[in-house]
């Protein structure tokens, strides 16, 4: 149990990390402003830990 847990959270941080750069270069090529910024990045991490737990979840209880 305990490795499956340290693993999915490897895998977390690595998608985390990965969208974090795709989300980057979306604000460069899209030429966002600096103030929306960190509200765009708020938005995108959130829902991606969102379903990252959900999936989480789905994979423990089935």
Request: hydrophobic fraction near 50%; charge should be positive; include cysteine.
């Amino acid at each position: 149990m305990v490795s499956v847990v340290s693993l999915f959270i490897l895998f977390t941080i690595f998608i985390l990390y990965s969208i974090n750069r795709m989300t980057n270069k979306l604000c460069v090529q899209k030429e966002i402003p600096d103030e929306k910024q960190p509200k765009v990045f708020r938005t995108i991490n959130i829902l991606i830990l969102v379903l990252l737990i959900s999936s989480y979840v789905e994979v423990l209880y089935t």
